[in-house]
């Protein structure tokens, strides 16, 4: 063969070669499978490269330098892993991230509406409206406290705690027991003797882990953090100087990739990726309605404890020790069949005194009072005297609307035949929840728009009672009800101005009574 024979078939040669790689590119571009096995083939190539000898590929095993890791990690925070058992979902160390983040004034600030603070008040006998508008304007002084930038610090503290939480509970245990059958729990003294395992015995630990680590900041305010966790657990969680080390350590590992390129050549997936979420728990926003409905509930408290000292002294001073008569079906025995579903009945106790206000006073010396003045007195016209009456009239018609009402709530009237219908389905049926619901509001403001019609009832005979006490006083050429008053007071024995104040005081101690339960539902609508 001469030289331009040899030159043509090297250019043959020359020409075959390339058009096989024009072809392989062109056709095996469009070649999953072919495009598969040649990034496995780089895969293998970085494994084989990496300073990490944690897989054997030829072998396709993880040495035990790769349990050596876990045990090394897992030496570090092991002992966290107990102390830290239930923090991922503890809204008490969510509250230490929170306060830990606030200057001494501003702690000193919530401290000034707590619980024990507002009692020390309390006792030291500070006006209770006026304690009530301090604590107020202090919640809203601290509220405000919670700007932009000191949100952003407190919910980055808590980014920060949600890396390390996740990373500290990962299951190292069980990972090491798998390379070593005697691995004891919690032994973190213990000489390992590692064996190299197959690989696709971890290839969901190690997933798992890539998703713990890749979160983990070594720029983070670890100091922040871990002081916060000993105010927590009153106990260093990890050794920091180890901790610093084992970051160092993790940025190695992550910008190796060492994992990654791990679980791709052992599931035989070039394509796989880490895939993680950042934490977005806002911990500021919970934590500030906390406080927020903690500090009103307090505020309520101090308000009923206030207004059931109050009404004691009032029942004392009204009834005497009397024993307190009760409605029949507006009672607890009717209301403990749901008031685990809904609020119930909540005007008992006042009705309870209205019935017992109506027989033990209204109808005996009310009563008898009007009826001895309107007979025996000689009124200056007889306007002023039927005034009486009618007053007189209209509370006695507002006790028969009492017992009116109570049989309503009888299983046979109209309140009670609909509670009893709804009360056992409201539980698994919503129209039924909302029939009673309606039944026992319809009740409740039946029974308070009664109370507080006896109030202003009262209210009117007690001023007609004044008047004539007043009246009773004057000289006797200034009478201006009656005219008899020498008269009407031999009749009464001396004592008519007596009984007069007497009955006096009663309705208007007793008006004060009934007027906190409207108040009470004055401040509920």
Same mark, same amino acid.
């Given at each position: 063969?001469?030289?331009?024979?040899?030159?043509?078939?090297?250019?043959?040669?020359?020409?075959?070669?390339?058009?096989?790689?024009?072809?392989?590119?062109?056709?095996?571009?469009?070649?999953?499978?072919?495009?598969?096995?040649?990034?496995?083939?780089?895969?293998?190539?970085?494994?084989?490269?990496?300073?990490?000898?944690?897989?054997?590929?030829?072998?396709?095993?993880?040495?035990?330098?790769?349990?050596?890791?876990?045990? !090394?990690?897992?030496? %570090? =925070?092991? /002992?966290?892993?107990?102390?830290?058992?239930?923090?991922?979902?503890? $809204?008490? #160390? &969510?509250?230490?991230?929170?306060?830990?983040?606030?200057?001494?004034?501003?702690?000193?600030?919530?401290?000034?509406?707590?619980?024990?603070?507002?009692?020390?008040?309390?006792?030291?006998?500070?006006?209770?409206?006026?304690?009530?508008?301090?604590?107020?304007?202090?919640?809203?002084?601290?509220?405000?406290?919670?700007?932009?930038?000191?949100?952003?610090?407190?919910?980055?503290?808590?980014?920060?705690?949600?890396?390390?939480?996740?990373?500290?509970?990962?299951?190292?245990?069980?990972?090491?027991?798998?390379?070593?059958?005697?691995?004891?729990?919690?032994?973190?003294?213990?000489?390992?003797?590692?064996?190299?395992?197959?690989?696709?015995?971890?290839?969901?630990?190690?997933? !798992?882990?890539?998703? %713990? =680590?890749? /979160?983990?900041?070594?720029?983070?305010?670890?100091?922040?953090?871990? $002081?916060? #966790? &000993?105010?927590?657990?009153?106990?260093?969680?990890?050794?920091?100087?180890?901790?610093?080390?084992?970051?160092?350590?993790?940025?190695?590992?992550?910008?190796?990739?060492?994992?990654?390129?791990?679980?791709?050549?052992?599931?035989?997936?070039?394509?796989?990726?880490?895939?993680?979420?950042?934490?977005?728990?806002?911990?500021?926003?919970?934590?500030?309605?906390?406080?927020?409905?903690?500090?009103?509930?307090?505020?309520?408290?101090?308000?009923?404890?206030?207004?059931?000292?109050?009404?004691?002294?009032?029942?004392?001073?009204?009834?005497?020790?009397?024993?307190?008569?009760?409605?029949?079906?507006?009672?607890?025995?009717?209301?403990?069949?749901?008031?685990?579903?809904?609020?119930?009945?909540?005007?008992?106790?006042?009705?309870?005194?209205?019935?017992?206000?109506?027989?033990?006073?209204?109808?005996?010396?009310?009563?008898?009072?009007?009826?001895?003045?309107?007979?025996?007195?000689?009124?200056?016209?007889?306007?002023?005297?039927?005034?009486?009456?009618?007053?007189?009239?209209?509370?006695?018609?507002?006790?028969?609307?009492?017992?009116?009402?109570?049989?309503?709530?009888?299983?046979?009237?109209?309140?009670?035949?609909?509670?009893?219908?709804?009360?056992?389905?409201?539980?698994?049926?919503?129209?039924?929840?909302?029939?009673?619901?309606?039944?026992?509001?319809?009740?409740?403001?039946?029974?308070?728009?009664?109370?507080?019609?006896?109030?202003?009832?009262?209210?009117?005979?007690?001023?007609?009672?004044?008047?004539?006490?007043?009246?009773?006083?004057?000289?006797?050429?200034?009478?201006?009800?009656?005219?008899?008053?020498?008269?009407?007071?031999?009749?009464?024995?001396?004592?008519?101005?007596?009984?007069?104040?007497?009955?006096?005081?009663?309705?208007?101690?007793?008006?004060?009574?009934?007027?906190?339960?409207?108040?009470?539902?004055?401040?509920?609508?």
């Amino acid at each position: 063969m001469g030289k331009a024979g040899a030159a043509k078939s090297r250019e043959k040669g020359t020409g075959g070669s390339f058009l096989d790689k024009f072809l392989s590119l062109i056709f095996g571009a469009n070649d999953p499978e072919k495009e598969r096995k040649r990034l496995l083939k780089e895969v293998t190539g970085a494994l084989k490269k990496s300073r990490f000898k944690f897989l054997s590929v030829k072998n396709e095993q993880a040495l035990p330098g790769l349990a050596k890791l876990f045990y !090394d990690i897992y030496k %570090v =925070i092991g /002992p966290a892993q107990a102390l830290l058992q239930n923090a991922g979902s503890s $809204n008490a #160390l &969510k509250t230490i991230l929170v306060e830990a983040q606030l200057t001494k004034e501003q702690a000193a600030l919530k401290d000034s509406f707590s619980e024990e603070a507002i009692r020390e008040k309390l006792k030291k006998g500070v006006d209770t409206q006026k304690l009530i508008a301090e604590v107020k304007n202090n919640l809203s002084s601290f509220l405000a406290v919670f700007d932009t930038a000191l949100t952003q610090k407190i919910n980055t503290l808590y980014d920060v705690f949600t890396s390390f939480f996740t990373f500290t509970m990962y299951d190292y245990y069980f990972i090491l027991k798998k390379f070593d059958s005697s691995f004891p729990e919690k032994a973190f003294t213990y000489t390992p003797k590692f064996e190299a395992i197959n690989a696709e015995y971890i290839i969901e630990e190690l997933k !798992d882990f890539v998703d %713990v =680590i890749m /979160p983990l900041d070594k720029s983070a305010d670890w100091d922040s953090l871990f $002081n916060t #966790l &000993k105010n927590y657990r009153d106990v260093d969680i990890v050794g920091r100087p180890a901790w610093r080390k084992l970051m160092a350590l993790m940025v190695d590992i992550k910008s190796s990739s060492i994992f990654e390129l791990m679980i791709r050549y052992i599931s035989k997936d070039p394509f796989f990726k880490a895939s993680y979420t950042l934490s977005t728990e806002k911990i500021t926003d919970p934590y500030i309605t906390q406080i927020k409905n903690q500090t009103e509930g307090l505020i309520r408290g101090v308000l009923q404890e206030k207004r059931n000292q109050k009404t004691d002294q009032l029942v004392k001073v009204v009834f005497n020790l009397k024993e307190m008569m009760s409605l029949k079906h507006y009672a607890e025995k009717t209301n403990i069949t749901f008031t685990k579903k809904i609020d119930g009945f909540l005007y008992m106790d006042a009705a309870n005194y209205l019935k017992t206000f109506m027989i033990d006073y209204v109808k005996t010396e009310m009563k008898s009072l009007c009826d001895f003045m309107v007979v025996r007195g000689k009124w200056a016209t007889n306007l002023l005297s039927q005034q009486m009456t009618d007053s007189m009239q209209k509370i006695l018609a507002i006790s028969d609307d009492l017992l009116k009402f109570d049989e309503a709530c009888a299983e046979n009237g109209p309140f009670g035949m609909k509670i009893k219908k709804a009360s056992p389905r409201a539980e698994r049926d919503g129209a039924a929840l909302r029939m009673l619901k309606d039944a026992v509001n319809d009740a409740n403001k039946k029974i308070i728009g009664i109370i507080v019609e006896s109030a202003q009832v009262l209210i009117g005979f007690g001023k007609i009672l004044k008047n004539l006490i007043d009246d009773y006083d004057a000289p006797e050429t200034q009478h201006q009800l009656l005219i008899n008053w020498k008269e009407v007071d031999s009749e009464a024995e001396g004592v008519i101005k007596q009984k007069m104040s007497d009955l006096y005081k009663k309705i208007y101690y007793f008006i004060q009574l009934m007027q906190i339960y409207v108040k009470q539902e004055q401040d509920a609508a």
